[in-house]
């Protein structure tokens, strides 16, 4: 099994829509293939990927989404995602894993 299909068989398990908990946010440093099979789960579910995949995008002329950026996202938004996709290089994902608990979601480092 490779790595991908590792994750994809993660975020399959992983999104359970229920209510307002439809989509699934992701990282700009999350790989492309990540992302695809992201917009798969939520077509799999009836979703538009336009609708109910969210990505938490780095302020304008910044670099990198910062992890109060997106602390700041989940605090706001994180009823509505069963799953936050972030890169695995984070330097402190503790932050981010309370964020995300404290939500609802589930973080997957990928």
């Known amino acids: 099994m490779t790595r991908t ?19 699934i946010c ?8 990540v992302a695809a ?13 336009e609708r109910r995949l969210a990505t938490i995008a780095p302020r ?5 989404t910062t992890d109060d950026e997106i602390v ?6 994180g009823h509505e995602y069963t799953v936050v ?11 981010l894993k309370a964020a995300a608990e404290r939500a609802g979601c ?3 480092l990928v």
């Open 5 to 23: 299909d590792a994750g994809d068989l993660q975020l399959r398990m992983l999104h359970r829509p229920t209510g307002h908990r439809r989509g």
């Open 26 to 33: 992701l990282l700009p440093e999350v790989p492309p293939d």
């Open 37 to 49: 099979a992201a917009a798969q789960v939520l077509a799999e579910h009836g979703e538009e990927r």
């Open 60 to 64: 304008p002329g910044a670099e990198h």
């Open 72 to 77: 700041y996202f989940l605090d706001r938004f």
């Open 85 to 95: 996709l972030c890169g695995a290089d984070r330097a402190d994902t503790t932050g």
């Open 106 to 108: 589930a973080l997957v």
